[in-house]
């Protein structure tokens, strides 16, 4: 961002969890080396995807949306799966918000 920019770009990273189709966490290495994005976790059965950063909500969205999906046709051409690391929820109408189970977001 440059000095006058009015404009803040937000990049997020997600995180996933790689199994096997049987459900066992395997490695994540293949597809880490085939995701332009994906980059490794603190172990081998975590992949993070570092998005680019994005100024408006649709780019960001459509960066979202085209690297998860490119990253689960990897994962099955390879027999993997991609598990995200807690429940998804909807949060300000953005859908694929990873939060823990046991934050509150009630406003009672």
């Known amino acids: 961002m440059t000095v006058g920019d009015?404009?803040?770009?937000?990049?997020?990273?997600?995180?996933?969890?790689?199994?096997?189709e049987n459900g066992a966490l395997?490695?994540?290495?293949t597809l880490i080396e085939a995701h332009e994005h994906a980059v490794?976790?603190?172990v081998?059965?975590?992949?993070?995807?570092?998005?680019?950063?994005a100024?408006?909500?649709?780019?960001?969205?459509?960066?979202?949306?085209d690297s998860i999906t490119e990253l689960i046709a990897i994962a099955a051409d390879n027999n993997r799966l991609v598990v995200p690391l807690d429940e998804i929820i909807v949060l300000s109408g953005i859908r694929l918000l990873m939060v823990p189970k046991t934050t509150n977001y009630s406003t009672s």
Do not use: F, N, Q
């Open 6 to 20: 009015s404009h803040m770009k937000i990049g997020l990273e997600l995180e996933y969890w790689i199994a096997a």
């Open 26 to 29: 395997t490695s994540a290495d």
């Open 40 to 42: 490794p976790e603190c």
């Open 44 to 53: 081998d059965t975590l992949i993070e995807l570092v998005l680019p950063p």
């Open 55 to 65: 100024i408006t909500r649709t780019e960001l969205e459509k960066v979202i949306v």
